[in-house]
């Protein structure tokens, strides 16, 4: 999109895994498979049936990769435009608070700051003579967070209308910062359920565990009669649609 430019730009809806990534999620995913496997129908048929998922899961878990990254930006934007509004207020450029608010946001984050890079991407954008409006849209796609794409309209039609820039950039920061206060309470505040969620996603795997090292052979008529296999199938549906609705109900936006 721009030419010259002195670094790659980061699109936040794109994960790429390392080779050692891809290994060790690869092996997880097997890892699983072969737990259910042996919980549900203690079948090596059963197994090679579910190992095309297994090397699926690299793929899923890149999703939650990206999510979490998302997260971390979005955290990090709410300082960056508090930063941004207090220099406009000070008199900078928004070219200029974008130089100066890459330095304040180093001394929070370091120099690996996901904000910290973007603001530098940012400014040297602008000063290989790209627009602050385009450089803040192209940061806007690439992020793919809805609170910058917001951040990003309204500076776009203020800087047009020709308003009390300082007074819109401030309400505006102000009104996304409490905005993802919230979302950080919320997860803040439901955080021992997720715990709590992964600790029942396990416990099905450990009572059979134990029930098999206490009692051998107690549940060998669910494993050797086709009703029985047809019992265990339905906990198995059962256990992933369990999954799928905790997951959906722990999963709050705010809007």
């Known amino acids: 999109m721009y030419q ?5 730009a980061m699109r936040y809806d794109r994960y790429r895994l390392r080779p050692g ?12 498979c072969a737990a259910i496997a042996y919980t549900f129908y203690r079948s090596l048929a059963a197994f090679a049936v579910l190992v095309p998922f297994g090397f ?4 899923w878990h890149k999703k939650a990769l990206c999510r979490k990254r998302k997260e971390t930006l979005r955290s990090e934007f709410k300082e960056g435009i508090l930063i941004l509004a207090a220099l406009l207020g000070a008199g900078y450029s928004m070219e200029n608070a974008l130089e100066a608010g890459e330095a304040e946001l180093r ?22 003579n790209c627009t ?13 967070i809805e609170e910058i794409s917001s951040f990003t309209q309204v500076f776009m039609v203020a ?14 920061a102000e009104s996304i910062r409490d905005k993802i206060q919230v979302y950080e309470e919320i997860q803040t505040l439901t955080a021992s359920r997720r715990f709590e969620q992964k600790i029942m996603n396990l416990l099905p795997f ?12 107690f549940f060998d ?6 009703l029985g296999r047809i019992v265990m199938s339905g906990c198995l549906a059962i256990y992933g649609a369990a999954y799928w609705i905790s997951g959906k109900i722990l999963d709050i936006t705010v809007s």
């Open 159 to 172: 800087k047009r209308s020709g308003g009390d820039m300082v007074a819109i950039m401030n309400r505006t």
């Open 132 to 144: 602050v409006e385009q450089a803040l849209r192209d940061f806007s796609e690439r992020s793919g």
């Open 107 to 128: 001394a929070l984050y370091g120099p690996q700051g996901m904000l910290v890079r973007e603001f530098d991407y940012m400014a040297k954008q602008v000063r290989l």
């Open 56 to 59: 699926a899961y690299p793929f």
């Open 4 to 8: 010259n430019l002195p670094q790659q």
């Open 206 to 217: 450990l009572i059979i565990l134990y029930v098999d090292l206490t009692s051998p052979g």
């Open 21 to 32: 990534q891809w290994a060790l999620l690869t092996l997880t995913g097997l890892g699983i």
């Open 221 to 226: 008529q669910m494993y050797t009669t086709v």
